[in-house]
């Protein structure tokens, strides 16, 4: 079973335009929400996490939407580039173990010129 | 600092033959580490984790089977090849006490011909 469902499984924006994919989990006792970034070729990298005492964290171009009410929570990134096309990871963590951390499934971001 | 490296970056091996993929992590301590499969196109797929010296989970049932004969040293293997188990190869390690971010190699890429 998926504990953490992703989408879309790919994405087609325009430069400039605004890039988001959406998560959602079921459980509850997730206590940390992060992102990875991962391309053509490469191990995925940390982009932004959030945790879920905050609605909202911002770095740069990048922002994490997150809504506990409804389990959901969102990777916004505004004026996409072309080289932010990779593969885009949410994650959730669990409270204890070290097979903690449960990933989407992934979604496949172009940024087309 | 601590960095991860995995080895080789590319393999092609006939069906039947062995397989060995070695990671290690430098400038840490403990950490946990954990082998992922990556399809193409598809998400990461855990396929083993350890918390320490000699101790392996498995998470998928399959012909594959890992050890951790040092602290830092994770090695994925094969007595025998299959095809379906041609894909992307990922090491990642995170520290034990939190478990709140892995980092990933670069990752082997397996084609089984």
């Known amino acids: 079973q998926q504990q953490v469902k992703q989408s879309p499984q790919s994405l087609i924006v325009q430069k400039g335009g605004i890039s988001i994919i959406n998560c959602a989990y079921e459980n509850t006792a997730f206590d940390y929400f992060p992102w990875y970034q991962q391309f053509p070729g490469k191990g995925p990298a940390l982009l932004i996490a959030i945790r879920p005492d905050v609605s909202e964290k911002k770095e740069g171009r990048f922002t994490i939407s997150f809504n506990k009410s409804a389990k959901q929570f969102s990777l916004h990134i505004m004026d996409s580039q072309p080289g932010d096309s990779a593969t885009y990871f949410c994650a959730a963590r669990g409270p204890t173990g070290a097979n903690n951390l449960f990933f989407g499934t992934g979604t496949r971001l172009t940024v087309i010129p | ?113």
């Open chain 2, 1 to 113: 600092s601590q960095t991860i490296h995995q080895w080789p970056a590319t393999l092609v091996q006939p069906v039947g033959s062995p397989l060995s993929l070695e990671c290690t992590v430098e400038g840490t301590s403990n950490p946990n580490l954990y082998w992922y499969r990556q399809a193409a196109g598809r998400g990461l797929q855990l396929l083993f984790y350890s918390v320490g010296i000699g101790q392996i989970s498995s998470e998928v049932p399959q012909n594959l089977s890992a050890s951790r004969p040092q602290d830092r040293q994770f090695i994925l293997s094969s007595k025998k090849l299959l095809l379906s188990d041609s894909g992307f190869y990922l090491c990642a390690w995170a520290q034990g006490a939190t478990n709140e971010k892995l980092f990933f190699g670069s990752g082997t890429q397996l084609s089984v011909l």
